[in-house]
């Protein structure tokens, strides 16, 4: 069983460019989470996906956009990139319909510097 | 709005019990997660409470009092590698989107 995968690792981008985050879901998982952590702060959740649809949505503005693809993995899309959008992007998976309570598995995340 | 308080830092001996508590403050409260992060690492999920009591899970024990609007995670037998930062996350909705507080971070010392 192929646990979350993330792509890439690490990025470097400059204040006002436009970055794609990937991210391949566990196997059987059809619900995908975006979370955003700032260095030392917890996760803060961003949107999630179930079966290609947005799910749900935190406190995040526009530019922060999705996709979830038919094999349900995932894109996020962060335009006009701000300094404070540096931080660690963490993609989750869990199970049937994101029931709460179900486990989340987070991947190693994409470690995003704005300079 | 929702919102987590759990202390930033927590440090125990090896062998100890320790327990981490989390308080919090949201609407449409379904349940209280626990999960664990080593430093570089992705979160990894440790127990879930959607109902008053103690859940067992190993070492480690997870309680909720949804009247008190208060949960705390219980780790016992403390080990080396159990230092990591601990976060407990409310789901507030029934699609299981988590709301996240600051982390507590476990320093355990020989």
């Known amino acids: 069983e192929t646990g979350v995968t993330q792509s890439p690792t690490h990025l470097i981008k400059t204040r006002g460019q436009q970055v794609t985050l990937r991210c391949s879901s566990q196997?059987?998982?059809?619900?995908v989470s975006w979370y955003q952590q700032a260095l030392g702060q917890g996760p803060q959740f961003i949107f999630q996906?179930?079966?290609?649809?947005?799910?749900g949505r935190g406190n995040f503005p526009p530019r922060f956009s999705g996709l979830q693809f038919p094999n349900y993995s995932s894109e996020l899309n962060v335009n006009a990139l701000e300094l404070d959008d540096s931080a660690l992007y963490l993609c989750?998976?869990?199970?049937?319909?994101?029931?709460?309570?179900?486990?989340?598995?987070f991947g190693p995340g994409t470690r995003l510097t704005v300079t | 709005g929702q919102s987590l308080e759990q202390p930033s830092e927590v440090t125990a001996v090896e062998g100890a019990i320790v327990q981490i508590n989390c308080t919090y403050q949201?609407?449409?409260?379904?349940?209280l997660s626990w999960y664990q992060q080593h430093d570089g690492g992705a979160p990894t999920f440790l127990s879930y409470?959607?109902?008053?009591g103690l859940e067992e899970t190993g070492r480690f024990s997870s309680f909720l009092s949804r009247s008190d609007s208060y949960g705390y995670l219980l780790l016992q037998e403390l080990q080396m590698k159990d230092s990591a930062s601990y976060f407990c996350?409310?789901?507030?909705?029934?699609?299981?989107?988590?709301?996240f507080g600051g982390g507590t971070r476990l320093m355990v010392k020989p």
């Open positions: 949201t609407s449409g409260f379904y349940g």
């Open positions: 196997s059987g998982h059809n619900t």
């Open positions: 996906y179930y079966r290609e649809e947005e799910n």
């Open positions: 989750a998976s869990s199970p049937t319909s994101g029931r709460a309570g179900n486990e989340q598995y």
């Open positions: 409470n959607a109902l008053d």
């Open positions: 996350a409310v789901s507030h909705n029934a699609g299981n989107m988590l709301t």
